[in-house]
Nanobody, 124 residues
Framework: QVQLVESGGGLVQTGGSLRLSCAASGRTVSNYKMGWFRQAPGKEREFVAGINWSVGTTYYEDSVKGRFTISRDTNRNTVYLQMNSLKPEDTAVYYC?????????????????WGQGTQVTVSS
C-alpha cells in the first residue's frame, strides 16, 4: 500500500502561483510513476502532470505546459507541482496519484493509489 497526502492548495488571484506537495509513505515509490490530476465541478478527472520516479522523466497536459512543473525529492519521498501563471480555468480539486507498472498512462483508471485531494481556486 502507498499512502499519499497532498497539501498546498488555496485561493490565489489570476496570474499567481501555488506549489502543491504530495508526501508518499508505505511502500517505496522508486518503481512508481507519480502524477497530479484535477477535477472541476461537473467535469471528469483529468491528467495534469506526471513523473517517472526512478529516472525523472516528466509528462504534461498541453494546457499546463510552460506554466506547471512537476518534480520530486527522493530524500523526502515527496512530489511537487509548481503552478505559475494560474488561470480561473485551473480551479479544481487536485489529486496526487501513484501508478505501478510499465509505461505511462494519463487515464485515471490506470492509477493505483490516490490522495484525498486539495482545493485550488483561482479568482479572476
Amino acid at each position: 500500500q502507498v499512502q499519499l497526502v497532498e497539501s498546498g492548495g488555496g485561493l490565489v488571484q489570476t496570474g499567481g502561483s501555488l506549489r502543491l506537495s504530495c508526501a508518499a509513505s508505505g511502500r517505496t515509490v522508486s518503481n512508481y510513476k507519480m502524477g497530479w490530476f484535477r477535477q472541476a465541478p461537473g467535469k471528469e478527472r483529468e491528467f495534469v502532470a506526471g513523473i517517472n520516479w526512478s529516472v525523472g522523466t516528466t509528462y504534461y497536459e498541453d494546457s499546463v505546459k510552460g506554466r506547471f512543473t512537476i518534480s520530486r525529492d527522493t530524500n523526502r519521498n515527496t512530489v511537487y507541482l509548481q503552478m505559475n501563471s494560474l488561470k480561473p480555468e485551473d480551479t479544481a480539486v487536485y489529486y496526487c496519484a501513484a501508478r505501478y507498472g510499465l509505461g505511462f498512462s494519463t487515464g485515471p483508471q490506470s492509477w493505483n493509489y490516490w490522495g484525498q485531494g486539495t482545493q485550488v481556486t483561482v479568482s479572476s
